[in-house]
């Protein structure tokens, strides 16, 4: 098997990416392999820019023969010019948390009709491989914003977000649900689909 290790200092993220991947020839291991994950300064503009050089920071510590994977993922609601976008863990400050976030987003869209609240989660994955070779794919999950938060499933924008061809939030349909209609679900489906 390959060894895979999953460029975040989230264990959730790390274990959420183990699972999406368990039909993989991938050996999914953490940052902890690596000694732990590295500060990034994420100074890209685009997700697949702030990805990559999550992963390429890793990669540096990276035993030989190593893959890493890492992903860079947020909200775009069209309202809003797709913000928070790149900046969705830290919509309301460097220091916000989600529920501060997700506050912020429900008073900037307070003007926007139900109807003009389209949205969708986008996540990007850059794949380094032992050759150095950079890999990235890109899943999205169509939506909209709801107008309050229901449900106490997943985090973040979770309890506002609903998927197209639902009428409840992610923060409701639960994991199960989440996990096949999510960005990152699809970014590894197709990362999968690559056959690397």
């Known amino acids: 098997m390959r060894q895979l290790i999953i460029a975040t200092g989230n264990a959730h993220k790390a274990d959420e990416f183990a699972q999406l991947l368990a039909e993989s020839d991938f050996d999914v291991q953490s940052a902890a392999a690596c000694g732990g994950m590295p500060e990034v ?17 890793l990669s540096l510590l990276a035993p030989e023969g190593a893959w890493v994977l890492s992903d860079d993922s947020g909200l775009e609601v069209d309202a809003l010019k797709g913000a928070p976008g790149i900046y969705s863990a830290r919509y309301a400050g460097r220091q916000a948390n989600d529920l501060e976030n997700l506050e912020k987003l429900l008073r ?25 070779e950079v890999h990235s794919y890109d899943g999205t999950c169509e939506g909209h914003i709801s107008n309050q938060p229901s449900g106490t499933s997943g985090f973040g924008y979770d309890p506002i977000f609903v998927p197209a061809g639902y009428d409840k939030s992610f ?9 096949q209609l999510s960005h990152r679900a699809k970014a590894v489906r197709a990362l999968a689909a690559a056959g690397l």
């Open 171 to 179: 923060g409701e349909l639960g994991e199960t649900i989440k996990s």
């Open 108 to 132: 900037d869209l307070s003007h926007v009709p139900q109807a003009e609240r389209t949205a969708r989660f986008r996540c990007v994955l850059s794949l380094i491989g032992p050759n150095d």
């Open 41 to 57: 300064n994420e100074t890209g503009t685009t997700f697949a820019a702030n990805a990559e050089l999550k992963s390429r920071a």
